[in-house]
């Protein structure tokens, strides 16, 4: 079992700049791609941006330019450097991770609970 913990969410101006990270800790044997998805009222759930354990990239075209992610492979942590944040960056972002389970030979996906991003015009 795998239990990712997300923090760093708050309320922040049009703007301005956020940082999230997400540490994944448990009975972990290989943690492969994370990433990061948002999820505003009355929307559905979005990604934002996923890393690979080998540091490749993927971000939505929204955020582009805009927000980085990073992870550290030592600490099964990944992170999302948010800057320029505008109102409709506003959600819960949540965390995931996919976790190589030998046994099954196969990935489970794993969820953090989220955490609120308010973006204030």
């Known amino acids: 079992q795998v239990r990712l913990v997300e923090s760093g969410g708050g309320l922040v101006q049009a703007g301005g700049s956020l940082g999230l990270s997400c540490a994944a800790s448990g009975s972990i044997v290989r943690i492969d791609t994370m990433g990061w998805y948002r999820q505003a009222p009355g929307a559905q759930r979005d990604l934002v941006a996923t890393?690979?354990?080998?540091?490749?990239?993927n971000y939505a075209d929204s955020v582009k330019g805009r927000f980085t992610i990073s992870r550290d492979n030592a600490k099964n942590t990944v992170y999302l450097q948010m800057n320029s944040l505008k109102p409709e960056d506003t959600a819960v972002y949540s965390c995931?991770?996919?976790?190589?389970?030998?046994?099954?030979?196969?990935?489970?996906?794993?969820w953090g609970q989220g955490t609120q991003v308010t973006v204030s015009s």
């Open positions: 890393v690979t354990r080998g540091g490749n990239t």
């Open positions: 995931n991770a996919d976790h190589f389970e030998p046994w099954r030979r196969a990935s489970t996906t794993y």
